[in-house]
């Protein structure tokens, strides 16, 4: 897992290099890139969504489009549309911008259900169909998709089909004031953003992306997954619990997240911090407890303080 880890370190500095500070959230959106799952940053305006996008398209030399939600966007402004050629007699396809390799959906709480219905297929499926014709994304394929968890006039609450098709949610939060005045000092003359180049191609992302694969799970890393999971759906506070799809994401993160450390096995840490990120945003809270202000990060925090974390070995035998 040495050429993994010293790959992504290539990135991770480059990418640093605009997003300050906030070396925790650029490494979950890499793991999510190497699991060829899509990130939802739950945040304020300012902070650096859209840079973090931008910065990771640039390093990896990808496509990048960004998507303005709106209450007026229609799916064909996501997807494509067909349009009738006079000259050839047969309708054409234009793609819209969801056919890029890294794709911003920005505030995509602002379009409405039908809209943001567009991307299921293709965050599930990586593909898009218009018109009876399914046309397939190329590899690879990201969604950030961002949202502001403040405003909530003009805004359509994610639906849980679609929030469990995030890979993860995080939040950059502010920056510390030394942080911020390095902010500051950075962007006196131009923006970094400006300056970073290229530093792996996408045939590398690509074996990246294969590699993790071969990460080993001991069977009592898989247990301890799925009853973390499973704890979260007989949680009191909760009506309904993480999906399997949360099982797997769970267990696709830790394989990343072992191999940027250099290991070629997960250790019950590995799923202890990834818990939070990959589960939280799939939980419902009962309206009872939404009373009492409970929050699904704190149920997570209670889940890992209660199930039993295993002593088994996690390398193999042999």
């Given at each position: 897992?040495?050429s993994v880890?010293?790959?992504?370190?290539?990135?991770?500095d480059?990418?640093e290099?605009?997003?300050?500070?906030?070396?925790?959230?650029?490494?979950?959106?890499?793991?999510?890139?190497?699991?060829?799952?899509h990130?939802l940053?739950?945040?304020v305006?300012?902070?650096?969504?859209t840079?973090?996008?931008?910065?990771?398209?640039?390093?990896?030399?990808?496509?990048?489009?960004?998507?303005?939600f709106?209450p007026d966007?229609?799916?064909?402004?996501?997807?494509?549309v067909s349009?009738?050629?006079?000259?050839?007699?047969?309708?054409?396809?234009?793609?819209?911008?969801?056919?890029?390799?890294?794709?911003?959906?920005?505030?995509?709480?602002?379009?409405?259900?039908?809209t943001?219905?567009?991307?299921?297929?293709?965050?599930e499926?990586?593909?898009v169909?218009?018109?009876?014709?399914?046309?397939?994304?190329?590899?690879p394929?990201?969604?950030?998709a961002?949202q502001?968890?403040?405003?909530y006039?003009?805004?359509?609450?994610?639906?849980?089909?679609?929030?469990?098709r995030f890979l993860m949610?995080?939040?950059?939060?502010y920056?510390?004031?030394?942080?911020?005045?390095?902010?500051?000092?950075?962007q006196?003359?131009?923006?970094p953003?400006e300056?970073?180049?290229?530093v792996?191609?996408t045939?590398?992302?690509?074996?990246?992306?294969?590699?993790?694969?071969?990460?080993?799970?001991h069977?009592?890393?898989?247990?301890?997954?799925v009853a973390?999971?499973?704890?979260?759906?007989?949680?009191?506070?909760v009506?309904?619990g993480?999906?399997p799809?949360?099982s797997?994401?769970?267990y696709?993160t830790?394989?990343a997240?072992?191999?940027?450390?250099?290991r070629?096995?997960?250790?019950?840490?590995d799923?202890?911090?990834?818990?939070q990120p990959?589960?939280?945003?799939?939980?419902?809270v009962?309206?009872?407890?939404?009373?009492?202000e409970?929050?699904?990060?704190?149920?997570?925090?209670?889940v890992?303080?209660?199930?039993?974390?295993?002593g088994a070995?996690?390398?193999?035998?042999?």
């Amino acid at each position: 897992m040495d050429s993994v880890q010293v790959t992504a370190q290539k990135i991770t500095d480059n990418v640093e290099k605009v997003i300050i500070g906030k070396h925790e959230e650029v490494r979950l959106t890499l793991i999510a890139l190497l699991c060829q799952g899509h990130t939802l940053i739950d945040d304020v305006p300012g902070v650096g969504k859209t840079m973090l996008a931008k910065s990771i398209a640039r390093s990896l030399g990808c496509t990048f489009k960004r998507i303005q939600f709106t209450p007026d966007m229609l799916p064909s402004d996501v997807t494509g549309v067909s349009i009738y050629d006079q000259s050839t007699g047969r309708f054409e396809f234009r793609p819209g911008p969801v056919m890029a390799n890294i794709v911003l959906t920005d505030e995509i709480n602002r379009a409405t259900p039908k809209t943001q219905s567009a991307l299921l297929e293709a965050m599930e499926e990586h593909q898009v169909t218009v018109d009876g014709v399914t046309h397939p994304l190329g590899k690879p394929f990201l969604i950030l998709a961002t949202q502001n968890p403040i405003e909530y006039e003009g805004t359509f609450p994610l639906p849980e089909a679609q929030l469990d098709r995030f890979l993860m949610r995080i939040s950059l939060g502010y920056p510390s004031p030394a942080d911020e005045i390095r902010i500051l000092e950075a962007q006196q003359y131009v923006h970094p953003i400006e300056t970073i180049e290229q530093v792996i191609d996408t045939g590398e992302l690509l074996d990246m992306q294969e590699q993790i694969k071969d990460v080993y799970v001991h069977d009592a890393i898989k247990e301890y997954i799925v009853a973390l999971v499973g704890a979260t759906r007989r949680h009191p506070d909760v009506y309904l619990g993480s999906s399997p799809r949360g099982s797997l994401a769970l267990y696709r993160t830790c394989q990343a997240r072992s191999a940027l450390l250099e290991r070629d096995y997960v250790i019950p840490d590995d799923v202890k911090a990834l818990a939070q990120p990959c589960l939280a945003h799939r939980l419902i809270v009962n309206p009872s407890a939404r009373i009492k202000e409970v929050d699904p990060r704190t149920v997570i925090k209670e889940v890992l303080q209660t199930v039993e974390v295993p002593g088994a070995p996690v390398k193999r035998e042999g």
